[in-house]
């Protein structure tokens, strides 16, 4: 079949955003996924899994009312900070720096993840890997407990929160996980913690931030362009079912947020609500149902059919659960592919595809990324 040219190249360049380090992160996608974006006009846009919000940011800067969403509870503190906040970075320096002067101490953020790394760069074969030293456990111990303790609103919070998330983030002893750390304490991790304002975004439109289940939120919104990236299930089938879940890479930062000091379990000390068992999404799930097709793969059917925008932009990944044939059903079956766009992490570059099954024969190829641009129908 002749491919159909639907639309002409739009090249959009993407505004600078902030995050954190995070195996999700679709930084690099950020033109791409606005310049599909603007080829359908939207007004109204819903990032459904959110995560460190950039393709939120993204779209806030680029001018559309933007519904962020997100499971996790420090995503909608990251949502609520760059979507929802009115005060400008002048209001928050003097919080800021009055959180850097609090005195640190010895609490539980320090009992679980704090470590000494003694004379050398080495961690001990006594001591269990943590995440960061303690001489900066002791101060998010003592920042945290202020943060409590002022007088702020739930979104001047939000702000104070992220800004400490994000110190966390650069001396940190990880790989930009939290299931596992390093043998030898990273550079960055002797550096003294210390907050920064974030780079606050002016506010002209009313954007929304919700914390909520993808099929509990999709009855409450309605917009022109809903942009997905579900967390991926492994397509390996070997993958034992007890793998450590999406979600469960990041539990630090729900304890930094909720300040709940939970239970915790493993090397790790991952909270007990991240356990396989409690935390997977059905996203992630590997099994099949009785008629012999794959979970993840039905979820992502059930959700493109019940969302009610006009437009979809879907992210997938090559190691997603689902096969090319799949996942090309399950959007033939709720729509029509207006455009396909792959990247291909190895060698960096973005390669054009038509809206027909060109896509599917290299789809099988490691480190690729689609975006798949959607009209509901």
């Not at 992160?25 to 995560?51: C, E, M, N, Y």
């Not at 001047?156 to 990880?174: F, G, M, P, W």
């Amino acid at each position: 079949m002749e491919a159909l040219n639907l639309f002409d190249d739009v090249i959009v360049g993407a505004p600078i955003t902030e995050g954190i380090k995070y195996a999700g992160s679709k930084q690099k996608l950020l033109p791409h996924i606005l310049s599909l974006a603007k080829k359908v006009d939207p007004r109204t846009v819903l990032d459904a899994f959110s995560g460190t919000t950039r393709v939120s940011q993204a779209f806030a800067q680029s001018g559309y009312t933007v519904i962020a969403n997100d499971i996790a509870a420090w995503s909608a503190m990251f949502g609520s900070c760059y979507l929802l906040n009115e005060h400008p970075k002048a209001h928050y320096e003097p919080l800021i720096e009055h959180l850097n002067a609090v005195a640190p101490f010895d609490g539980w953020f320090t009992e679980h993840y704090g470590g000494d790394p003694g004379d050398g760069s080495s961690i001990g074969p006594d001591e269990l890997k943590k995440p960061w030293q303690r001489q900066n456990t002791r101060r998010l111990d003592g920042i945290r407990l202020e943060i409590d303790r002022l007088h702020v609103d739930p979104i001047e919070k939000a702000v104070l929160l992220t800004s400490l998330i994000r110190a966390l983030d650069e001396v940190d002893n990880t790989l930009g996980h939290y299931v596992s750390y390093l043998n030898e304490w990273s550079s960055r991790s002797y550096k003294t913690l210390r907050l920064k304002v974030p780079s606050l975004l002016p506010k002209t439109v009313a954007h929304s931030v919700y914390q909520l289940d993808i099929f509990d939120l999709i009855p409450a919104v309605e917009v022109d362009l809903a942009y997905l990236d579900p967390p991926y299930g492994s397509n390996n089938e070997k993958m034992p079912s007890s793998r450590v879940r999406y979600g469960a890479y990041y539990h630090v930062w729900t304890s930094v947020v909720l300040n709940d000091k939970p239970s915790t379990f493993g090397k790790a000390k991952r909270r007990l609500d991240t356990s396989d068992t409690l935390s997977a999404s059905v996203f992630e799930e590997f099994r099949r149902n009785e008629t012999g097709k794959l979970i993840a793969v039905e979820a992502i059917s059930k959700m493109l059919a019940s969302l009610r925008a006009r437009y979809v932009l879907l992210s997938y990944s090559s190691g997603g659960r689902a096969t090319a044939e799949e996942l090309n059903r399950i959007i033939l079956e709720n729509g029509k592919l207006l455009e396909v766009k792959e990247v291909d992490y190895r060698r960096n570059v973005m390669a054009k595809m038509s809206w027909t099954n060109e896509w599917i024969r290299d789809a099988e190829a490691p480190n690729r990324e689609f975006l798949f641009l959607i009209e509901k129908a």
